[in-house]
């Protein structure tokens, strides 16, 4: 059975007329939310993993290059993105998953909105986490659409926003989710609160050693901890894109629907 949003946002309306009712869309595209937010996510996880292997294979040099000239064997993001072709690859995968992203980000809003109409507090929070979620894609587009070797203060000012807007926005859900697990016994949602809590503490002491090995690296440039420090950085990303897929479970019901209004509408 499908479920239905109250909402304003037209594009979170569900299918509950028959395809010939006058009141609501046609349908062009229907898609489950399941395939939705796979299809989302494995953009840029494609594309992570193909500029990572193009730079170990033809770029090994250039990509694990440093600047005390000390032994490194794993690129940053950073390197791994900002050479041809990976610089195209990551771009291309980045610019196709942002525009569903922001769509879910409002999703999210309109089912927290459902959920905390009368509470004002977590109302204030799920406006906190649609303002945390829209800055974390948009910095994440900054820091992929201008390389560090472009211009490395406005990549590195779309990586703060990027890391600070995740951390802030996985925090924020995770207190949601625990008001949600408190007043609801969906075993989807149960299930989906405890892995955000996991994935949120991971990435979060997958930031915190990824800052230690970079700034230890830069104060002492011992051999392989630049290494260490990329590979954390891989995970403080994968572990970001997993808590985003929690979708799977929050939206399993519903579908998303592209549709025009009918020829005939009735007011």
């Not at 059975?1 to 062009?28: E, H, I, N, V």
């Not at 979620?133 to 820091?143: A, C, I, K």
Request: charged share 15%; proline share 4%; glycine share 4%.
């Amino acid at each position: 059975q499908k479920a239905s949003w109250r909402s304003p946002l037209w594009f979170t309306r569900m299918l509950q007329a028959p395809y010939g009712s006058l009141d609501r869309d046609r349908p062009l595209i229907r898609l489950p939310f399941t395939s939705f937010a796979v299809g989302t996510v494995l953009l840029p996880l494609t594309g992570l993993i193909a500029c990572l292997f193009i730079s170990l294979v033809y770029h090994f040099e250039d990509a694990t290059y440093t600047h005390c000239h000390v032994s490194n064997y794993l690129p940053s993001i950073s390197a791994a993105i900002s050479r041809v072709p990976e610089r195209y690859i990551w771009r291309c995968c980045v610019g196709l998953h942002s525009a569903p992203r922001y769509l879910v980000a409002a999703a999210y809003f309109n089912f927290y909105y459902g959920r905390f109409a009368k509470s004002l507090p977590e109302l204030i929070l799920s406006g906190l986490a649609l303002i945390c979620s829209l800055s974390e894609n948009t910095g994440l587009l900054l820091l992929t659409y201008v390389s560090s070797s472009e211009t490395y203060s406005i990549h590195k000012n779309g990586f703060i926003v990027f890391i600070a807007s995740s951390l802030l926005h996985m925090l924020i859900t995770c207190r949601l989710w625990y008001v949600i697990r408190r007043h609801y016994v969906n075993p989807e949602e149960i299930t989906s609160q405890r892995w955000k809590v996991r994935l949120f503490l991971f990435n979060i002491s997958c930031c915190l050693a990824a800052a230690y090995f970079f700034r230890r690296h830069n104060k002492f440039c011992e051999a392989g901890v630049y290494t260490l420090f990329a590979f954390f950085e891989y995970l403080v990303v994968c572990s970001n894109m997993a808590f985003h897929m929690t979708a799977f479970w929050d939206f399993g019901n519903k579908e998303v629907i592209v549709g025009t209004p009918p020829e005939d509408k009735r007011y």
